[in-house]
């Protein structure tokens, strides 16, 4: 059994930072590309930032120049360091992976983290 786990989140106050962690654990082939999505109050779920198994990044304008996504394939980790951090940041961030489970051939699936609050003070 595959899963994500978040943790970092909390409360910070505006222009503080945080570091957002998600490990993949369990039965795993291989990882394909990460990434960590948000979803503030009364908005649709997001895509914050996204990286490939080789490293290529792409963010969404709201946080590029403040957030940096990077990964540490050995450990199945996906970070995201957020700098300059604003209210309009505080959202639930959910970790995302698209992986291929060990005996599931090589069928890619995506797989969701349960979610970390990060609030973000005036």
């Known amino acids: 059994q595959v899963q994500l786990v978040e943790s970092g989140g909390g409360l910070v106050q505006a222009g503080g930072s945080l570091r957002l962690s998600c490990a993949a654990s369990g039965l795993i082939f291989s990882i394909n590309a990460m990434g960590w999505y948000r979803q503030a109050p009364g908005k649709q779920r997001e895509l914050v930032a996204g990286?490939?198994?080789?490293?290529?990044?792409n963010y969404a304008d709201a946080v590029k120049e403040r957030f940096t996504i990077s990964r540490d394939n050995a450990k199945n980790t996906v970070y995201l360091q957020m700098n300059s951090l604003k209210p309009e940041d505080t959202a639930v961030y959910y970790c995302?992976?698209?992986?291929?489970?060990?005996?599931?051939?090589?069928?890619?699936?995506?797989?969701w983290g349960q979610g970390t609050q990060v609030t973000v003070s005036s």
């Open positions: 995302n992976a698209g992986l291929v489970p060990v005996g599931a051939g090589s069928r890619e699936y995506t797989y």
């Open positions: 990286i490939t198994r080789g490293g290529r990044t």
